[in-house]
């Protein structure tokens, strides 16, 4: 990718968000959330320690974070808080909204494209799914927005990751 995106990571908690964080923030900037501030702190500081170059930086608002970012990715907790999701809806107007999900989140697994769009109107949808081997280096794509998808594979696959598209 030719130019940076700043990257909203919201629900850091979780395993392949910390690592999708991790990645990411080699390159380009990225805003960690997380309601558990420990967790935060970890993450921030793991992330600093591993790359010092790193723009990374915590946010104590989900909205503040979705805000600045280009692009907002949900873990799969975040994904399933609707008063997180009703509160970044507003700013997310016109950015991609990444939806990580994963063997274990039974509320967001199949076909919940529509779901996600409607959520998010005037956003561009993208899932992210799991492969099915252990990893957590693989993803597969779908989306409405072509474009949205290209984007986000040409970005997983430029920091090192393995992806495709549905």
Known sequence: MSNRRTFAVLGVSEINSIFLAKQIAKTNPVLLFDRDVVVLNIVYSQILSEYPNA????????????WEADVIILSNATASDSNLIEKI???ATGKIVIFLENKKNTNTSGNSAEKWQDLFPYSKVVQSF?????????????????????????????????????
């Open 55 to 66: 723009n990374a930086e915590m946010m104590i608002c989900p909205t503040n974070a979705s």
């Open 89 to 91: 809806r507003n700013v």
């Open 130 to 166: 799991e492969s099915a081997d252990e990893s957590n280096d693989s993803f597969f794509l779908n989306g409405n927005d072509k474009q949205a998808v290209k984007t986000i594979l040409t970005l997983l696959t430029s920091i090192g990751l393995k992806a495709d598209i549905l």
